[in-house]
Every structure is written in C-alpha cells, then in structure tokens.
C-alpha cells in the first residue's frame, strides 16, 4: 500500500518536472500587445498595465523600455490622468535622457496648463484622497535671478509634491497649507557635484525654503537655503546632501 502511495507521488513528480512552463513573452512582444490594447482594443486601463509590466521588468532593453515609457505617458494623458501621467513623462526624461525624439514627443503631446494663467499648477486629487500638483515647463535661466526680489527674502515650510530634476533648472513644488509654491534651486550639474541625487529631496518630505519671492507676484521663488530635518541641504553657495 505504502510502496504504491510512493511510486505514485513519485510517478506525478517525475511527470511535473518534465512539464515545460510556457515561455515567457519577450519585450518586443508585450509592446506589441500593449500598442494593441492602446491603439486597437481601447483597452487603456490594459494597455498602461503593459508598459508599466516592461519598464519594470525589461530596464536592459533601452529602446524597448523608453518606448514603453513614452506611451505610458500618453495613455495616462488619455484616460485623464493628468498628475499620474506627468510623472511618468518626467521619468522619461531621467531615466531615458538620450531618447530626445520621444521626449520631445511627449512634450508636444500637450498638458494641462495652469487655470486662468494666475498660479503656475494645476491640481489633480488622486483616487487615495492626495492633491498632485501638475506644472506647465518652467522659464530658461537666462537672466533668471532679475526675475526676483533679493530684498524680500521670506521663508516657508510645507511638504514637496513634485520635483523636476531637469535641465537648465531643479525646481522643487512645496505645499504649504494648501498654497503651493514652486522653488528654483540651481542646475543639475551643480546640484549632482555638490552630492545631490533625485532622492535626496522626495514627495512627502517636509522642507523648510527661504528664498527670494518673484518680482511679478506669482508663485515662484528663488531658494537662497532647503532645510530638512534641521539640516541644510541646499544654498546658493553649497549643496550637501541629507
């Protein structure tokens, strides 16, 4: 009884490993499949599941990925979800920087843009209950410092809710008691040699800026010091991380 038990278990084991898994699609495959859902099907909710399943799974295959990550981009763009799908376009600009024609392709997609042209965000509250803050591309530095009043130095604390650590300028967006502000701190360049990287300051983190209002009312600022946890991770002269 116990001799047949044994040879069946074993018989069934034998047979399991001698059964192939199927084959794993390639990433060439799961962008085809997810143009389809996108382009084809309608299946947009689909369609992002696949682009993200690439860029997570297949970060080696650069083309294949910073295609996947574009069009996530765009079907976000599509569905309407404005916060979620600047994000993933931002990303696309960080982790595929060399892919210029896709970016400037999503770019020229279009966003939304600040209402009525008075604050430089608009706001999008996401299905949890959090308030993304979305911005419209941000001035060239040239002359970037006379856009500011150096003698109104004020402070703020508030949580950061997007970073934009992209040329010519990092800016940091903090709320602040539910008014948002969007700080210029320096280059990338000088930003990265002073020991910066794009989780030093992160979405959530509380912050305390001081900084030079701009000259025209809005809500901008040019930050002379960050401060986190008590610590200053940023002036105009130095930038050590936290």
């Known amino acids: 009884m116990h001799k047949t038990f044994a040879a069946a278990v074993l018989g069934a084991m034998l047979a399991a490993a001698q059964t192939q898994a199927p084959a794993q699609p390639t990433a060439a ?29 297949h970060p080696t295959q650069r083309e294949i990925a910073a295609q996947a990550q574009y069009r996530l981009g765009m079907t976000l763009l599509e569905k309407g979800d404005a916060a979620i799908a600047s994000q993933e376009i931002q990303r696309l600009g960080w982790d595929f920087p060399d892919y210029k024609d896709l970016i400037a392709a999503s770019k020229n997609a279009g966003g939304p843009t600040p209402a009525g042209g008075m604050m430089p965000y608009t706001t999008h509250v996401m299905p949890t209950g959090q ?38 300028i990092v800016w940091v967006a903090v709320n602040s008691n539910g008014n948002g502000m969007r700080v210029s701190l320096a280059s990338p360049n000088s930003l990265t040699q002073g020991g910066w990287t794009r989780s030093t300051v992160k979405l959530g ?38």
């Open 29 to 57: 495959e799961l962008l085809q499949k997810g143009i389809y859902a996108q382009e084809v099907a309608g299946d947009l909710d689909g369609a992002a599941k696949i682009y993200r399943q690439i860029v997570d799974s």
């Open 131 to 168: 308030t993304m803050y979305v911005f419209s591309t941000p001035p060239t530095p040239q002359s970037h410092d006379s856009e500011f009043d150096f003698t109104k130095i004020t402070t703020m604390t508030g949580t950061v809710v997007q970073l934009q650590f992209t040329n010519p």
């Open 205 to 242: 983190d509380q912050v305390t800026i001081t900084g030079a209002p701009a000259l025209d009312g809005s809500q901008i600022m040019q930050a002379t010091s960050v401060s986190y946890n008590g610590m200053v991770i940023f002036t105009r002269s130095s930038t050590p991380t936290k």
